[in-house]
């Protein structure tokens, strides 16, 4: 069992690693058949590996990611719920912002993330990226 502590500097760890655009310092805080779901996607990513290579993909398309988190609460069991605003500049659209606000669920199991899946407004973001 993960103390809410210990799961919480974890999450914190994760978005650090987003942040500073680090898909191995991703890798290395999940378990290596770790699961990550895209809710508005419907998209499973399976294993550590994976899931630092859609991040790297991310950090590619928009170069200018980043982050702000809004709240970090903890649960039971080593569950964490994060509220963030990830705000970007789109590619297509002359530098307009992209501002997406989303709640991701992380449970970590023995010192890592065992699963994440994230809530985000798939039609609010093409809106603003195409």
Do not use: C
Not at 22 to 30: H, P, V
Not at 35 to 44: F, G, N, P, S, V
Not at 59 to 84: C, N
């Amino acid at each position: 069992m993960t103390s809410a502590a210990a799961a919480l500097d974890i999450a914190r760890q994760l978005y650090a690693a987003y942040d500073s655009h680090d898909a191995e310092a991703i890798g290395r805080l999940y378990h290596d058949d770790a699961t990550h779901d895209e809710i508005a996607q419907l998209r499973t990513k399976r294993g550590a590996g994976e899931i630092a290579a859609g991040m790297q993909k991310l950090f590619a398309w928009l170069p200018d990611v980043r982050w702000q988190i809004g709240a970090i609460v903890a649960g039971q069991e080593g569950t964490i719920a994060v509220a963030y605003e990830m705000r970007a500049t789109a590619p297509r659209k002359n530098g307009a912002d992209v501002s997406l606000r989303g709640i991701q669920l992380i449970t970590i199991d023995a010192g890592r993330i065992r699963h994440s899946e994230d809530y985000w407004d798939a039609a609010t973001f093409q809106r603003q990226v195409s």
